[in-house]
T-cell receptor, first 110, second 115 residues
């Protein structure tokens, strides 16, 4: 069965610095990988996805993610963090149904 | 507004009771997913329906059941409620094809509190 792991419960960065939120995956076939963001008291919102093609995927709000097949990773990145990026981030993998990681809380401090 | 509507937004009930959560998917989406989000277990996949048929089942308890109706809305029934069932329950929908395929659109959730 497919699964994703987010090794960090919490990531803290200063505003203007680059950010990385890590995700590794396990799937039997070709992975369909996703990042979602959850703001307080809201449902999850889609950020970006990797299905096939370029390993660097660009998404909403300036976020991008790099697919690395050899390391089975799909890390979320942003060159310059904003305080408004503070939220809960979920990595997900789809192989039939959609399975989510445990989430990483990103805090961007001014 | 994501287009996925969940009711009720908040629900407080007692142990042993039964509740029904309702979800209307985004217009045109045939797939509906239910997830449970609790503080200690993250986002747990419960069940998926596609055009009225059960497509996949996850960590759904036997006390829980769901169905998708011909008009594509879905209901999640939770019975013999326990304190540990207190959580946010999310519904999501997805398109069957095109660029939106595989992308889930989530509702705002139903917060269930069992006292």
């Amino acid at each position: 069965a497919q699964s994703v792991a987010q090794p960090e419960d919490q990531v803290n960065v200063a505003e203007g610095n680059p950010l990385t939120v890590k995700c590794t995956y396990s799937v039997s076939g070709n992975p369909y990988l996703f990042w979602y963001v959850q703001y307080p008291n809201r449902g999850l919102q889609f950020l970006l996805k990797y299905i096939t093609g370029d390993n660097l995927v660009k998404g909403s709000y300036g976020f991008e993610a790099e697919f690395n097949k050899s390391q089975t990773s799909f890390h979320l990145k942003k060159p310059s963090a904003l305080v408004s990026d503070s939220a809960l981030y979920f990595c997900a993998v789809r192989d039939g149904d959609m399975r989510f990681g445990a989430g990483t809380r990103l805090t961007v401090k001014p | 507004d994501s287009g996925v509507t969940q009711t009720p937004k908040h629900l407080i009930t007692a142990t042993g009771q039964r509740v029904t959560l309702r979800c209307s998917p985004r217009s045109g989406d045939l797939s509906v997913y239910w997830y449970q989000q609790s503080l200690d277990q993250g986002l747990q996949f419960l069940i998926q329906y596609y055009n009225g048929e059960e497509r996949a089942k996850g960590n759904i308890l036997e006390r829980f059941s769901a169905q998708q109706f011909p008009d594509l809305h879905s209901e999640l029934n939770l019975s013999s409620l326990e304190l540990g069932d207190s959580a946010l329950y999310f519904c999501a929908s997805s398109a069957s094809g095109g660029t939106g395929a595989n992308v889930l659109t989530f509702g705002a959730g139903s917060r269930l509190t069992v006292l």
